[in-house]
């Protein structure tokens, strides 16, 4: 099987299984229904994954590694500093607006996976934003945008304040669009008004 050929059935059967998961947890997801539901066979889907977990981590980490595209894509072009820190939080925003599956593995919703998992994505997806985040500040201090801190320490504040708007949501609240996005405009104005020299 060519390359290209190989490529796009595993993104195939990692669609359908993400589909599945997304309706009925990773717990109740069987191989034999991926199977089904990709219309191919059991062999074919151990030719590219080794189990059950090694398609729900590899679902996963393509999802991340999306979502980070889409964060840095979206400041890209823009020389603030603190611009680029704003994009980058709506970008984030957007993107697990539109993608439900990565939110729900974030707060382990229905069932969606193990303790493990859990321990184990958030570890993966805070240490790439916040590296991202840590290199914006080390140039807004360079630029004499941002004022003098620890960007590794303030990269991880500014994620999980964040991360309180999107996924880590803990206080009750309305859940329409706009008012979280007025959250997350509030979020940027705090962020902004503690970093900026």
Known sequence: MKDNQKKLKKDHIMDMAKARFERFGYKKTTVDEISHDARVSKKTIYEHFKNKEDIFVSI???ET???RT??????????DPL???KKIGLASFEYQTKEPFFTHVLINGDGMHTPYFQKKFIA??????INILSDILKEGMEKGRVRRC???LTAYFIFK?????SYGRT???????ESREHELQEVYEFIKNAIKK
Do not use: H
């Not at 993966?124 to 934003?129: A, M, R, T």
């Not at 304040?161 to 708007?165: A, D, I, K, M, P």
């Not at 206080?171 to 669009?177: A, C, I, N, W």
């Open 65 to 67: 590694l999306i979502a």
């Open 83 to 85: 611009e680029k820190i």
């Open 171 to 177: 206080l009750e609240s309305t859940t329409k669009r």
């Open 60 to 62: 996963f980490i393509r």
């Open 124 to 129: 993966f997806i805070q240490g790439g934003i």
């Open 150 to 152: 620890d960007p590794d």
């Open 70 to 79: 889409v964060a840095l894509k979206a400041a890209e072009n823009i020389d």
């Open 161 to 165: 304040l964040y991360q309180s708007v």
